[in-house]
């Protein structure tokens, strides 16, 4: 679900916040929640812990948006604070690679039914997304998620990510790419710059 909102009301419900407006700060975030958990996921690599990660990040914005000089920036302010806080939420956790879960966890032990037999395959296939993609370099891994998780448009991630149009769509493009290489077995040692 996308929020819809102008700059301008953006900008005064930033001023707002930075005088203490409880509402304008919790509407600020309620805009921004969506595409904000697509980061954190991203970062986590997983929905583990994401809520802690995500209230931390909210403790922050409390805390810092009167450290906000431009509040016409907030979306990459944001951007930049939440990256930065989900990176130290898991050095602080000293946390290990998540796990994505057992596909093989649906088998009964009597055997296995057609229907729990398609789950098992529609798992293994959700593990084989998830690993592509969080095998993406990180540039490419946060553009495709707010895209297709997040279901956000290019000028939404540029924006985002603080970035021109273009690189976004460059990005989407060869994060596609490396996808379909991944799920189809055609690797390839070759990173692309942008």
Do not use: S, Y
């Given at each position: 679900m996308m929020s819809s909102y102008e700059p301008q009301n953006e900008?005064?419900?930033?001023?707002?916040?930075?005088?203490?407006?409880?509402?304008?700060?919790?509407?600020?975030?309620?805009?921004?929640?969506?595409?904000?958990k697509g980061l954190v996921y991203n970062v986590l690599g997983g929905p583990e812990e994401m809520d802690d990660a995500l209230q931390n990040i909210c403790v922050l914005v409390i805390d810092k948006i009167d450290t906000l000089r431009e509040p016409e920036r907030f979306r990459p302010w944001l951007a930049v604070l939440a990256r930065r806080a989900t990176l130290n939420w898991i050095q602080q956790q000293r946390r290990q690679p998540i796990a994505w879960g057992d596909p093989t966890a649906l088998q009964q032990k009597g055997g296995v039914s057609e229907s729990t037999s398609r789950k098992v395959e529609q798992n293994e296939l959700n593990e084989m997304m998830?690993?592509?993609v969080r095998e993406l370099p990180e540039k490419y891994r946060e553009a495709f998620i707010l895209k297709y998780m997040d279901d956000r448009s290019y000028a939404e991630?540029?924006?985002?990510?603080?970035?021109?149009?273009?690189?976004?769509?460059?990005?989407?493009?060869?994060?596609?790419?490396?996808?379909?290489?991944?799920?189809?077995?055609?690797?390839?040692?070759?990173?692309?710059?942008?």
């Open positions: 900008t005064a419900l930033v001023c707002a916040a930075q005088k203490g407006d409880k509402q304008a700060l919790g509407r600020l975030l309620e805009n921004h929640w969506a595409w904000l998830f690993e592509a991630i540029a924006e985002i990510l603080d970035l021109p149009i273009t690189t976004v769509q460059i990005r989407l493009v060869r994060a596609r790419r490396m996808m379909h290489n991944r799920l189809t077995g055609k690797q390839t040692n070759k990173i692309p710059r942008t």
